[in-house]
């Protein structure tokens, strides 16, 4: 499985990569919006989609909602994970097409349920 990060926490992003690769998860990422929207973009052409986005909300550039809603304007079929402090954004985020919501700080578990499901 294929996973982009979008995170601007280099901590969280180590955190992250740790975790998911011991699932034997590929895992690449990036720390600002408008370069999430600009990898997704450009794999998706290729036909080497992201099976899963793990995404905070505040990041820099353009934050997490615009750009949920940029990569599913480009593939519909995203599954976008919302993982963020900012408990205020999970319904608009679930409402504009995330398959999850998780609320910093979370459990490993809940992550890797997340991925998976």
């Known amino acids: ?3 982009l990060i979008v995170e601007d926490d280099l901590d969280m992003i180590d ?3 740790e975790i ?13 919006g408008e370069k999430a929207i600009e990898l997704y973009k450009e794999a998706y052409s290729k036909g080497e989609k992201f099976d899963c986005i793990i995404m905070d ?8 909602l615009i750009v949920a809603k940029e990569i599913l ?4 079929k995203a599954k976008i994970i919302f993982a963020t402090v900012e408990g205020s ?6 409402r504009i ?9 979370f459990d490993i578990d809940s992550l890797i349920h997340a991925v998976r499901t």
């Open 1 to 3: 499985m294929r996973i």
């Open 15 to 17: 955190l992250y990569k």
């Open 20 to 32: 998911l690769k011991k699932y034997d998860y590929s895992v690449e990422y990036v720390v600002d």
């Open 57 to 64: 909300y505040r990041i820099p550039v353009k934050n997490g």
């Open 73 to 76: 304007k480009i593939d519909r």
């Open 89 to 94: 954004v999970e319904r608009e985020a679930l």
């Open 97 to 105: 097409g995330a398959k999850r919501f998780l609320k910093k700080p």
